[in-house]
């Protein structure tokens, strides 16, 4: 899907249009605003979406469901209509959150594996003026890790992609993956220039055909 495809597609989630528009009525009916953390692992579970915790700087984490799939990517939503969109577990792109990340291009088409470590080159886009930024990633092994989403333990490895913008932009990405499964568990990423990192922690995750 091309930029203007991909773009379009976030308008059309953020209005609310749809199935999106029920989803996001259905989360306002489940989840209680002043919660924290925002849902009980019941709660979560005994919704029939996929889901996860997003959590941007020390703000309030907010429960996110996953909305649909486009193209390999997982658009996300959020009961106050913000969409966090994933690629193979990782971030790369966000709608309703200002000055942050709107794109990600990976040079071998696909986002790479952490656990693979070496080297990735990728393109970014951050509205209003980043378009196309070449970042290239080195990624390091730091060791297995037990980690606690919503009450429910999980043990991974930690991967740390330490990354470098051909603008002078420098910033590190962490990763908590299965060991077996190979899932992303926890991402910690990078959104954008002076922008806090956004940790998007799955708890459900979704059942691919």
């Not at 495809?5 to 976030?10: E, K």
């Not at 577990?89 to 966000?94: D, H, I, P, Q, S």
């Not at 209003?128 to 730091?142: D, E, N, S």
């Amino acid at each position: 899907m091309d930029r203007r495809g991909f773009a379009l597609v976030l308008a059309l989630t953020l209005t609310g249009c749809g199935t999106g528009g029920e989803l996001l009525r259905a989360l306002g009916d489940t989840v209680l605003p002043d919660e924290n953390p925002p849902v009980t692992r019941e709660q979560a579970e005994a919704l029939p979406y996929a889901s996860a915790v997003v959590r941007l700087g020390a703000r309030r984490p907010a429960f996110v469901v996953l909305h649909s799939a486009q193209g390999g990517r997982l658009i996300w939503l959020s009961a106050d209509r913000v969409a966090v969109v994933t690629e193979g577990g990782r971030v790369v792109a966000l709608a309703g959150v200002e000055g942050a990340l709107t794109d990600t291009r990976f040079r071998d088409g696909a986002p790479p594996k952490p656990l693979g470590l070496g080297q990735h080159l990728r393109l970014v886009d951050v509205a209003p003026a980043i378009w196309g930024l070449p970042v290239a990633c080195t990624g390091t092994a730091l060791g297995p890790e037990t980690i606690t989403v919503l009450g429910e333990a999980r043990p991974t490895e930690r991967v740390a992609e330490s990354c470098a913008g051909e603008d002078g932009t420098r910033f590190t990405d962490r990763f908590w993956i299965g060991p077996e499964d190979g899932q992303i568990w926890r991402a910690q990423q990078w959104i954008g220039p002076g922008r806090p990192a956004i940790t998007f922690e799955l708890v459900r995750p979704p059942t691919m055909p």
